[in-house]
């Protein structure tokens, strides 16, 4: 018999658990041997019932989406499924924890299910670009109605023990372990006291209402949930038919380059777990301390506070102590408003929040986060004072931006115990956490800073250090594409569009308008000196911030507001454009979205690749979590490197090099990409 099952029997009843670490994947082995397992029991004559559970945390995740490749390989899903519903003998699947996708479908197509208290089941394949592909679209609505189901797959939402009893997906809640909760419903069956029914049996009634009100919702969806809808749809078909439609969809789907994004959107954020650090000892970090109760300062100590770990907030006089503590507490009453913080955690959080205005208050914490404005000087200055009245082990480390975290350690006489842990704002939603390593950061730093930041439920990426870092770095690069677009001829709603139709939530003038023209301002100011004379530079931006135009909050910016609300463009800022324009004897051309966009993610990638070139980032897919988790990267394309591969290295390489032609300096093929061709190397493969 396989490794991933175990196989039992108790008396008249014969238990199969699936016993595959770390969470049960159903991969093709699993599928063999659950298949295998059945028929063993099915052909023994003392086994009159069958009960399915899952060993460890979960009863399964599901389908092995790194396996996904050899789906079509049998018995396939559909078809070990199919061969549960049809087993002469009852079927009793027991979960506990976690049954989630195909899992869940493997259940659904048992003749009875039980839920361990706790338990939590979904279809969440549409998150991953599919629709349930082993009948969750056709055996959800026989057992919960067409409603439901709808809502239950086109979300991919979690649903708790308690709703899956009221919607009857479960026939039971019951405490213990899934193992002896199976055997007791088995027993039960057994009895006479608990029906057990083959879901293919049901009959689904049609709801038209509730099919025609989620089409006119998921009209403007990614494809899975519209195609999920589909699917659904043919639940009213004799069982077979509707299967077969399913399938069918499912296997389009797979197909399918949304897929293939949020796949590598799922893996990304656990890849970046994976560092040449991981494994050294984590120190343990029992209270923080924060420096700076600003924007970030203040969501940094929220951010905290939701994970439940104790937090110092250090300000530099009492009227910013009451202003700090007022916005942080005002994140956690939003956290508490939303359902992410519970009552009672929301009390403790407020009894573990300290806010002081004296540094001394940091003697006794484990890591201190410098939150403080951009100036070198200033922060070389408060460090060399942490260094002086934190403890010997304590950790230091900033939230800076773009600075040298090099020459911040160098004011300590602890470099080994110093990083960057950049946050993004809002910080205590936003998940990119980068985890910067200076030349001297030893790996338990590292490793430590890795452990916090699951701790806190963000994704950390291991960056070196250089400007901006791999986020901003790459930022300033693509942005300065949308801004020599503008002075070329195209307006700037124009630009935002193209690229919220690409799929950002917001454009970048937009986005800018949101963050304060004055912001991108000081960046400019302080990089003046080094800008290189070859450099293209618009002043458009300036030019509007010298009107006092600074974005929503000064009601104009690139847009007008209304009560913070968005109204439209602003002519005054796109009559600057004009006369710049004119003034540099520009003539105006077109362009179209496409090539709007081709030129952002080129300039994206042209940045992303010296990053990688410079062992900036460690691996292509660092830049993507960077950019999916931290700048509203449409997470169905799955990161600017994974998009690179779809795109091509000669296409990539044959752009810059026709952009080249009316700006050399900007556009320069990197030396890797060139590399890339003669080998016929992917990012992927670099993963
Ligand atoms: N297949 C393969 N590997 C999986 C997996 C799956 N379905 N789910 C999780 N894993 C892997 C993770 O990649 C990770 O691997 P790593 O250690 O090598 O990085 C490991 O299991 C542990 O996962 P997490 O770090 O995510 O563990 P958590 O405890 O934080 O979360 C979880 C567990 C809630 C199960 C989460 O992993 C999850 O949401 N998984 C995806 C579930 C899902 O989408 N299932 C549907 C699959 S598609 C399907 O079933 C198609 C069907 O309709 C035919």
Redesign the pocket.
């Given at each position: 018999m396989s490794e991933f099952v175990t196989i039992e029997r108790e008396g008249e009843i014969g238990l199969i658990g699936m016993d595959k670490p770390?969470?049960n994947?159903?991969?093709v082995a699993l599928r063999t041997a659950i298949h295998e397992a059945l028929s063993d029991l099915i052909s023994d004559q003392k086994i009159k019932a069958i009960v399915l559970y899952g060993a460890g945390?979960?009863f399964s995740?599901?389908?092995?989406?790194?396996?996904f490749a050899r789906?079509a390989e049998q018995p396939t899903?559909p078809e070990v499924l199919k061969f549960i519903n049809d087993c002469p003998k009852p079927v009793i699947a027991a979960m506990h924890g976690?049954a989630?996708?195909?899992?869940l479908?493997l259940a659904l197509s048992a003749h009875l299910r039980v839920g361990i208290a706790g338990l939590k089941v979904a279809?969440?394949?549409v998150?991953?670009g599919?629709?349930?592909?082993?009948g969750?679209t056709q055996r959800l609505p026989r057992l919960a109605g067409m409603a439901a189901a709808i809502d239950i797959i086109c979300t991919g939402r979690e649903v708790s023990a308690d709703e899956a009893l009221r919607l009857g997906l479960v026939a039971k809640v019951v405490g213990g372990s899934s193992r002896d909760a199976g055997v007791a419903a088995a027993r039960d069956v057994l009895a006479g006291k608990l029906a057990a029914i083959p879901t293919d049996d049901l009959l689904v009634e049609t709801d038209d209402n509730a099919v025609s009100a989620a089409k006119a919702r998921y009209a403007n969806a990614l494809t899975a949930p519209q195609t999920a809808l589909d699917a659904i749809s043919a639940a009213t078909l004799p069982i077979d038919e509707g299967l077969a439609k399913e399938r069918a969809l499912?296997m389009a789907l797979m197909q399918g380059e949304e897929r293939a994004g949020l796949v590598h959107a799922?893996?990304a954020e656990?890849?970046t777990?994976?560092i040449p650090e991981a494994g050294s000892n984590i120190r343990s970090v029992e209270r923080v301390g924060v420096v700076g109760g600003g924007t970030m300062g203040s969501g940094i100590t929220a951010a905290f506070c939701l994970a439940g770990i104790p937090v110092s907030l250090i300000e530099t006089d009492s009227q910013r102590v009451i202003k700090a503590r007022e916005t942080v507490e005002k994140y956690l009453a939003g956290a508490l408003k939303r359902g992410k913080l519970t009552e009672q955690d929301h009390v403790k959080a407020l009894e573990n929040l300290v806010t002081s205005d004296e540094l001394n208050d940091l003697a006794n914490v484990d890591l201190v986060i410098e939150a403080i404005f951009e100036d070198m000087n200033a922060k070389t200055d408060l460090f060399a004072k942490l260094d002086k009245l934190c403890k010997p082990d304590a950790i230091l480390s900033s939230n800076t931006s773009y600075l040298d975290i090099n020459q911040i350690a160098s004011a300590t006489s602890r470099p080994a115990a110093v990083l960057g842990l950049h946050f993004f704002s809002p910080a205590h939603i936003m998940r990119l956490l980068e985890v910067v390593v200076t030349d001297n950061t030893s790996p338990d730093i590292v490793a430590t800073a890795f452990d916090l930041a699951r701790q806190l439920k963000k994704v950390p990426v291991r960056s070196g250090v250089c400007d901006g870092f791999i986020g901003n770095r790459i930022l300033s690069r693509y942005r300065k594409v949308c801004e020599y677009l503008v002075l070329d001829g195209v307006e700037f709603d124009q630009v935002d569009r193209a690229l919220t139709d690409f799929g950002f939530a917001m454009g970048p003038f937009a986005v800018s308008d949101l963050a304060g023209l004055d912001i991108g301002r000081a960046a400019r100011e302080r990089k003046a000196a080094s800008r290189p004379p070859q450099e293209r530079y618009s002043r458009v931006a300036d030019l509007i911030c010298e009107q006092g135009w600074f974005g929503r909050k000064t009601g104009k910016g690139y847009y007008l507001y209304s009560e913070g609300k968005l109204i439209g463009p602003n002519p005054d800022a796109q009559a600057i454009v004009y006369k710049e324009r004119a003034a540099l004897e520009l003539v105006p051309k077109t362009f179209t979205d496409e090539e709007i966009v081709a030129r952002y993610i080129t300039a994206m990638i042209q940045e992303a690749v010296t990053v990688l070139e410079e062992g900036v980032a460690l691996r292509p897919v660092d830049i993507d979590a960077v950019k999916l988790f931290g700048y509203g990267f449409p997470r169905h394309r799955g990161g600017p490197m994974h998009l690179a591969d779809q795109i091509g290295v000669s296409e990539l390489i044959s752009r810059i090099e026709t952009y080249a032609e009316e700006d050399a300096y900007f556009w320069q093929v990197p030396q890797l990409l060139r590399t890339m061709k003669n080998e016929g190397q992917s990012f992927a493969e670099m993963n």
């Open positions: 770390p969470v994947a159903i991969g945390r979960f995740a599901g389908a092995d989406i790194k396996d789906s899903l976690r989630l996708g195909g899992a479908e279809l969440p394949e998150k991953l599919l629709l349930p592909g082993a969750g499912f799922f893996l656990r890849e777990l994976k």
